[in-house]
């Protein structure tokens, strides 16, 4: 009964699969609105102030990031939860693909988020004009929490690995 058990929980990692091809999905509607806003920024940019094309700019810069972070986390999940990606020999391989464990994951969705985050609060200070100074107030502590939260998530993991990294 108990090994019925065990290998009927260990072959439930392969429910995860299913969610992890919903991820390439999300990274084509993802590249949908890229190219739609390329298209709508590239169709007015003579009539564009040069901060209005700075804002275009940034927001294809985040959602490249955003479309970054989730092959990342789609791929290196399923590495580490579901099972080994075997590629032929002279197949295209990602550098970091089998490198990742979930705390380095962490640790760069952490970093990502920051990023995305900074990239959100430079658009609000590139229109500061237009924005309450309470709302501005908020933004920037909502990222604030985020770098603290990602600062403490590294410091913890250099805490509790640091002995498994020195072997």
């Not at 959602?63 to 939860?81: C, D, K, P, R, T």
């Amino acid at each position: 009964m108990e090994r019925l058990i065990e290998k009927t929980l260990f072959a439930s990692r392969w429910l995860l699969a299913p969610i992890f091809l919903g991820l390439s999905l999300a990274v084509v509607a993802l590249t949908i609105k890229f190219f739609k806003e390329l298209l709508h920024t590239l169709m007015h940019v003579v009539s564009m102030s040069e901060a209005e094309l700075i804002l275009h700019i940034l927001s294809m810069i985040d959602m490249a990031l955003v479309g970054s972070l989730i092959v990342m986390v789609m791929f290196s999940s399923y590495e580490n939860f579901v099972s080994k990606i075997d590629l032929d020999e002279g197949d295209e391989k990602l550098d970091w693909l089998g490198k990742l464990d979930s705390g380095s994951l962490k640790l760069k969705v952490a970093a990502s988020i920051v990023a995305i985050s900074s990239i959100h609060l430079l658009q609000k200070f590139m229109e500061v004009q237009n924005i309450d100074n309470d709302k501005l107030l908020w933004y920037v502590i909502i990222h604030m929490t985020f770098v603290l939260s990602a600062l403490m998530l590294a410091f913890l993991d250099k805490i509790a690995f640091a002995s498994h990294r020195e072997h």
